[in-house]
């Protein structure tokens, strides 16, 4: 593996490149732009997890962190902003086509959670983007709009509105965490939902915590979301040969739903929705039998299509 610091217009991208065994820089590789979830990093699921076995399997992983997050810069920290995080594909995308050793026709993605939906948005119009796949794909503006504003963007935008003034006029910002401390923490504030509680025996213990990946958002920065669809036009421009995976087990954040949406609205000529049973959400990020599951639809897909 190898960290790399990729140049964008105001700062640079932090990356991990995965190399595949016995990797011959003089050689032609098929590459895929891994892309992490909301609140995460490229240490975690996006990297470790499918980078890692994607690369094992003769591809070129890039896993990258978004801009204003994890190792990447960008001031202030914490912005969890679509259009920028629809950009830095772009501006991995134009990294990895200046490599020798990366077919430049042969580049595909993949996007968990939140970054699925990104994935998802930036192939409608980033062509050099040959091949889409996700796993646990959530369309962020929805959910914004939706559960993280208590289905009531309005005021939340209000919020916002009154936030982002008092910080212009020197308050210190306002970082929220995402998730509660721990699992008995939730429990004990009422929450049942199983994402809510997956999410944090995931990002508050050993099993899946980085330093990098702190699942927080500048509450300020959050109006954009708000206003923002990753899957607007899709029926017209997404085009590409198409994999959405998710499990069956329904949670608050909504990625069944999405990866049902998509795949119908999705005017890929080649789309394929493989929903695995018994599954839910988080148990995609880690645990061995889902994972695998799903690599052995992934690392078919992408020897195909790319």
Same mark, same amino acid.
């Given at each position: 593996?190898? &960290?790399?610091? @990729? ?5 640079? @991208?932090?990356? &991990?490149?995965? *190399? ?7 050689? %032609? ?32 992983? @890039? ?13 202030? !920290?914490?912005?969890? &902003? ?18 020798? *050793? ?18 998802? &948005?930036? /192939? ?12 646990? /794909? ?22 916002? +509105? ?17 998730? =509660?401390?721990?699992?008995?923490? +939730? ?15 995931? *990002? ?6 980085? =330093?990098?990946?702190? /699942? %927080? ?12 669809? /990753? ?17 069956? !087990? ?14 119908? !609205?999705?005017?890929? %000529?080649? %789309? ?21 599951? +799903? ?12």
């Amino acid at each position: 593996m190898n &960290n790399v610091k @990729i140049q964008a217009p105001y700062w640079t @991208i932090a990356a &991990n490149i995965y *190399y595949p065994p016995q990797f011959d820089a003089s050689q %032609k590789y098929p590459a895929i732009i891994a892309a992490h979830p909301i609140g995460s990093c490229k240490e975690q699921t996006s990297g470790q997890i499918y980078g890692q076995a994607l690369a094992e399997s003769g591809f070129v992983v @890039i896993a990258f962190d978004a801009s204003f997050q994890g190792q990447s810069g960008g001031e202030p !920290r914490f912005v969890e &902003n679509p259009t920028l995080r629809v950009e830095d594909f772009r501006i991995v995308t134009d990294y990895l086509v200046t490599l020798d *050793y990366v077919d430049e026709h042969k580049i595909g993605v993949l996007g968990i959670c939140g970054g699925g939906g990104y994935a998802l &948005n930036v /192939a409608l119009t980033e062509k050099r983007i040959k091949a889409v796949a996700t796993v646990d /794909a959530v369309n962020f503006g929805r959910l914004s709009r939706e559960a993280f504003s208590g289905w009531d963007p309005l005021t939340k935008l209000e919020q916002i +509105a009154t936030q982002r003034t008092a910080e212009a006029r020197g308050q210190c910002p306002r970082v929220d965490d995402l998730l =509660p401390p721990s699992v008995a923490d +939730a429990k004990a504030a009422g929450l049942t939902d199983i994402d809510v509680l997956e999410a944090t025996d995931y *990002y508050k213990t050993a099993r899946g915590q980085s =330093p990098q990946g702190q /699942a %927080k958002v500048l509450f300020s920065q959050s109006a954009v979301s708000i206003g923002w669809d /990753a899957f607007h036009l899709a029926e017209v421009l997404l085009t590409q040969p198409l994999l959405i995976i998710a499990g069956d !087990r329904v949670g608050g954040f909504g990625a069944y739903r999405d990866s049902l949406e998509i795949y119908g !609205r999705a005017c890929s %000529k080649q %789309k394929e929705l493989f929903i695995l049973e018994n599954t839910s959400h988080y148990a995609l990020y880690d645990q061995d039998k889902p994972v695998t599951e +799903a690599l052995e639809k992934l690392i078919p897909f992408y020897q195909k299509k790319l």
